[in-house]
């Protein structure tokens, strides 16, 4: 059975919730693993902490300056020895099989990718991706990009947040070998997990997917997304530069529709999350829609993307309005938008 490198990267994170993750990985029914704690430069007191629950879990510690998860995670990537990795956050903890099914998956097929799913259960969410195990390889390989793209493709569930949950990097075991020499984009703090997936999904000549939950993600609704809207905006612009160099060197047409229909869909979500509750008039929120409107991604997408293939009334509909720039009606759709999402969410 394959070595699987555990890499939990720690910054600031409550002891409480440290011990949950490792009693979690350490009550696993395999042993086979390494466990590589890379502290991301937190406090000296909890350091010291850390340092000791390594000794007591049997784990390496690495310390660093602050350098951000990314960072963290390529320093784990450096030094794991395994055959396979699975990255795990320190205040999330993993499900009793996680590691024997997945090594037992991985070995049936010398998979590169093995992907399980997530359990959300800050939201209370929990949904497989797959009704049964779907094995991928060179034939089909395209679709797991696909899939991370909002595609989706036949073999998965229909699921709005399925390709939120496949851009995770948890939940899953990486062959290392593929993705030595995948790094995470250090200083990104939003979305490096989306990026780096479809980074190594272009790698990965084979993979399968199960229908196993083996992933608690314990964060609080997001909270680090929802903070100081100059600065989001200023790293999730850093985000769509990259994530558009990858779709504008792609060659597979049907994965180059689905990057830029998701790309639309991204303007509407950035614009029901964030301008929408802005303060202030509607010309500041107009003028606010002009700018991100302005970011190559957008302009890429509606420059490249042919009508008819934006499959859905909502997808045609933003399509012509960033054309023929009626940020006006972008702006009435989506206020409506946020007012249903905000709504739903009281109740």
Known sequence: ????????????????????CLDSIKNQPYSNYELILIDDGSRSDLSQIYSNLSQKYSATYLYQPNKGVSSARNHGINEASGDYIAFIDSDDTIMPDFLPDAAEYAASGD??????????????YSQAFVDSAVSLDGS?????????????????????????????????????????GSYYQDGL?????????????????????????????????????????????AQICVFWKLWNDITITESNLNIANSANILSLRWFNGFTTEWIIPLNGSLHRKITEMKKISEEEIFIYAINNLPFKMANSL??????????????????????????????????
């Open 314 to 347: 909502k997808d045609r509909i933003t399509y012509l309005m960033l054309k023929f720039h009626w940020f006006v009606g972008i702006y009435f759709i989506n206020s409506l938008n946020h007012f249903l999402m905000t709504t739903k969410n009281k109740s």
């Open 1 to 20: 059975m394959p070595k699987i490198s555990i890499i939990i990267p720690i910054y600031n994170t409550p002891q409480s919730s440290l011990v949950k």
């Open 111 to 124: 998979y590169d990718i093995v992907i399980g799913s997530i359990q959300d259960v800050s939201k209370e």
């Open 140 to 180: 089909n390989i395209y679709e797991l990009e696909n899939a991370l793209l909002g595609g989706i493709g036949p073999y998965y569930k229909f699921n709005p947040r399925s390709y939120f949950l496949l851009g995770s990097s948890c939940g899953r075991i990486y062959k290392t070998s593929v993705i030595k």
């Open 189 to 233: 703090k939003y979305s490096e997990d989306q990026l780096f997936n479809r980074i190594v999904f272009k790698k990965v000549t084979s993979a399968i997917i199960v229908p196993d939950i083996w992933y608690n993600y314990l964060q609080n609704d997001f909270s680090a997304m929802h903070g100081n809207y100059e600065n989001y905006r």
